[in-house]
């Protein structure tokens, strides 16, 4: 199958395999339809989970028996992270979580947070990178994860902070809009090419350069 990104729950997983790296994308949670992304090195079968979402019946078979490095949780809505506690349980995962946002993933899932992540820091799966955006507003200690394929264009995970479409919610808060926007251009728009491939928390996929043109409509809009 052709990687898409169109997946929904209760949708088989849809994979897309870089030259180093292998993502797998499913959807879990009819009512939400969060996105989880399975990060897997080819070279070294090390394995990385974004958003440990819901339904660890249905993550958990893709991690299969290589094991779980770490998960990533972009940020600490609830919706983001109700399988953490059990996936960990069963892998003995680190749990990797923005600074800012770290004690109310524990508070909310009882799971202690591994290492706290900043702008500019670098999470490993195997032998590929990713750096760390810090992208505010959505929730203070929001993150996102850039991939640079050395052998084709960056990837980049957005959690809440980017979809197709417009940024995420900030709920009425002008401020966090301002911040928000603000952050997902200087750090999103400003340094990332047209080609980017970008992964949202929820629906389907986009690049860059298709959001590129909007962005000021956003701004304008304030939403």
């Given amino acids: 199958m052709t990687y898409r990104g169109d997946v929904r729950p209760g949708s088989d997983p849809q994979v897309r ?13 009819p009512e939400m339809s969060n996105n989880c992304y399975l990060l897997r090195c ?3 079968g090390e394995q990385l989970l974004v958003d440990a979402a819901a339904e660890p019946d249905t993550l958990l078979p893709l991690v299969g028996g290589a094991g779980l490095a770490c998960v990533v949780t972009t940020h600490q809505h609830w919706d983001h992270h109700r399988a953490l506690a059990p996936v960990v349980a069963a ?13 109310a993933v524990t508070e909310q899932t009882g799971v202690e947070v ?15 990178r990713l750096e760390v955006l810090a992208i505010a507003g959505h929730t203070p200690g929001s993150v996102a994860l850039r991939y640079d394929d050395p052998e084709g264009h960056p990837h980049l995970f957005t959690g809440d ?9 900030t709920f009425g808060d ?3 809009f301002r911040q928000l926007v603000d952050e997902v251009e200087h750090k999103i728009f400003a340094t990332l090419p047209d080609e980017t491939w970008f992964y949202p928390g929820h629906g389907d996929d986009s690049t860059i350069g298709a959001q590129r043109p909007h962005l000021a409509q956003w701004r304008e809009r304030g939403w």
Avoid at 91 to 103: N, Q, Y
Avoid at 114 to 128: F, K, P, Q, S
Avoid at 161 to 169: I, R
Wanted: glycine share 12%; charged share 25%.
């Fill in 114 to 128: 591994t290492r706290r992540l900043a702008h500019g820091d670098t999470v490993e799966v195997g032998r590929c």
């Fill in 42 to 44: 080819r070279e070294t």
């Fill in 161 to 169: 902070s980017l979809f197709p479409g417009g940024v995420g919610a």
């Fill in 17 to 29: 395999e870089l030259a180093h790296l292998s993502i797998t994308k499913v959807a879990v949670d």
């Fill in 91 to 103: 892998t003995g995962a680190a749990v990797l979580v923005g600074e800012p946002d770290a004690d």
């Fill in 174 to 176: 002008e401020a966090a």
